[in-house]
């Protein structure tokens, strides 16, 4: 009977320290789980907005205009680049998006710039952190992408400036 007891006083310390163990384990692992979904979640959105301007400049070079869907008429062409930015930033906010050109500025229905002009596409967005701990090294625990791209108009007619 002695050896039984003195058994199970073993085994009951035995839990005791796994539970201590295990509460000080667990909140490294959800820091580091976590902190690697922050950290995958601002790549995906920094990779994803570079993409979204790369592809509004690559169609703002060429002069074009979209169809719109709804009214089956040509879109502006500055419309036309942003839309270009949220199809390709799709669940992003593109809502912050600047189109200017050397020659035109960067305001007015011809900002985009005209053949053979230099347009630059800008884009800023937020993405608030989920962690705690890494949010605190962001003011607000939100952290601001800012992407540019600037590329040289094709030769295209004039009259598809605007």
Same mark, same amino acid.
């Given at each position: 009977?002695?050896?039984?007891?003195?058994?199970?006083?073993?085994?009951?310390?035995?839990?005791?320290?796994?539970?201590?163990?295990?509460?000080?384990?667990?909140?490294?692992?959800?820091?580091?789980?976590?902190?690697?979904? *922050?950290?995958?979640?601002?790549?995906?959105?920094?990779?994803?907005?570079?993409?979204?301007?790369?592809?509004?400049?690559?169609?703002?070079?060429?002069?074009?205009?979209?169809?719109?869907?709804?009214? =089956?008429?040509?879109?502006?062409?500055? *419309?036309?680049?942003?839309?270009?930015?949220? =199809?390709?930033?799709?669940?992003? *906010?593109?809502?912050?998006?600047?189109?200017?050109?050397? =020659?035109?500025?960067?305001?007015?229905?011809?900002?985009?710039?005209?053949?053979?002009?230099?347009?630059?596409?800008?884009?800023?967005? =937020?993405?608030?952190?989920?962690?705690?701990?890494?949010?605190?090294?962001?003011?607000?625990?939100?952290?601001?992408?800012?992407?540019?791209?600037?590329?040289?108009?094709?030769?295209?007619?004039?009259?598809?400036?605007?």
């Amino acid at each position: 009977m002695k050896i039984w007891k003195s058994r199970r006083k073993q085994i009951i310390g035995r839990k005791g320290q796994s539970l201590v163990e295990y509460t000080m384990v667990v909140p490294l692992f959800l820091l580091l789980t976590f902190g690697m979904i *922050d950290i995958g979640r601002a790549f995906f959105v920094q990779v994803t907005l570079q993409n979204a301007v790369r592809q509004a400049g690559r169609f703002a070079v060429t002069g074009n205009h979209l169809m719109d869907p709804n009214t =089956n008429r040509e879109m502006s062409r500055v *419309d036309s680049i942003i839309k270009v930015a949220q =199809n390709a930033a799709a669940g992003l *906010d593109v809502s912050n998006i600047q189109i200017s050109s050397v =020659n035109n500025g960067n305001t007015g229905p011809a900002r985009a710039g005209g053949p053979g002009d230099t347009v630059t596409i800008s884009l800023t967005t =937020n993405l608030r952190l989920i962690t705690p701990l890494i949010g605190r090294f962001f003011p607000n625990g939100i952290h601001t992408f800012r992407v540019s791209t600037s590329f040289r108009n094709e030769p295209f007619p004039p009259n598809r400036t605007s």
